[in-house]
């Protein structure tokens, strides 16, 4: 246990088995990890033993969404983030653990929204890090910086483009803003729904928000000179709501007494 803000820290740690590191080399497909569902069950034995009775989670709307549709059904890589596994695993903690609130205080919000509203939290703006090579199994090959290139940091500026000015993203980014870079364009286009591209299989945006993303960023006076994003905005042919992604958008399990929580 050790104090942060003055608040006390229990930390969990967990070890990937030998055999997933080995997987291609034993002949199995490399699958996902539910990585949110074992945080989930980590966070609720942590409360149990600590005395607590709630867990609040931040999985939003968007996880909810389908990544590839394959053969009639619905594959979705956020899985053990969305909705779905939300209603199924309270279900089990209501069967088992007297008590015990498991929830998400953003299910009924898009990334959009949360977008925006960090867009205000100017202090974390260069302490944040969403990107796929901040989160490698080896250490060494961990990067203490973004990238720039991956589908997380491509989402990432794309959804705060909208909020956050282009000088500062450029900041965010070291330099190296995604929406700056040409050759990207297909990771882009993956993320607005192309026939042509698939969405990648990573924790990105549903397809429509990405594209009021795009539509909203575009109305920026300092995107003027953004490229990339003027070409994306004008193939853009079926036009969202653009309104609808910063009001609550869906169902949620948030209990009355975290009511609060719903703004």
Known sequence: ??????????????????????????????????????LSALAVLAAVLDGRDSVVMSNEW?????????????????????????QDFRAVLEASIFGMQWFSALRPYSELWVAERFAHLSDYHLAFRSCNRAFTIDPAKRLDH??????????ID???????????????????????????AERFRGLLGDDLVNKPFECVGEVT???????????????????????????????PDLDAFLRPMGPHAIPPEHAVVVV
């Open 1 to 38: 246990v050790r104090p942060s803000r003055g608040l006390p820290v229990l930390r969990a740690g967990r070890e990937l088995d030998e055999q997933v590191l080995r997987s291609a080399e034993l002949g199995f497909l490399n699958g996902h990890v539910p990585v949110t569902g074992i």
């Open 62 to 86: 968007s996880a909810s969404s389908g990544t590839v549709e394959v053969e009639g059904r619905t594959v979705n890589h956020q899985y053990s983030k969305s909705w779905g596994f939300e």
């Open 146 to 155: 973004w990238c720039g290139r991956c589908d997380k940091c491509v989402f």
């Open 158 to 184: 794309l959804v705060l483009a909208p909020y956050v000015t282009a000088e500062r993203l450029r900041e965010v980014f070291g330099g190296a803003e995604p929406l700056e870079d040409p050759t990207l």
């Open 209 to 239: 928000e990405c594209r009021a993303a795009v539509l909203l960023a575009v109305q920026r006076p300092d995107r003027a000179g953004t490229t990339l994003l003027h070409e994306l905005a004008a193939e853009i042919t079926e036009v």
